[in-house]
């Protein structure tokens, strides 16, 4: 083996592979096994380096949209923080023509979160007036 089988950014391109990949692999149900799959151009390492670049510390691979593959253009290296608000679970909400994830709202905005999430979810409060 070359030292860059030893590297984090190689170890994230082949846990991508085998979560689009191996039906044995404990992920592949919520990646290959509901049609993720990994671009031609990324079944090299030196191609998915090329585009992706070397992995930052304490960042892991994150698809920008979670409906489509591992490709160039949807793919990025993110903080923890980044991937839990890139997540098909989260609630965004679109505010002054924008759109957060509800958790990074209520960051920016000072607010508390289980509040404004029983507000719009549970009493069904505009988003104006749950951001009140």
Known sequence: MTKAHYTPTYQSWQ???QRCNQPNHKHYENYGGRG???CEQ???YANFLEHIGTRPDGCSLDRIDNDKG???GNCKWATRTE???NNSQNRNITFNGQTKCLAEWCEELCLNYARVYARLFKLHWSVDDAFC
């Open 70 to 72: 591992y490709e160039p």
């Open 83 to 85: 991937q839990n608000r």
């Open 15 to 17: 846990s991508m592979k």
């Open 42 to 44: 990324w079944d090299t």
């Open 36 to 38: 993720v799959k990994v």
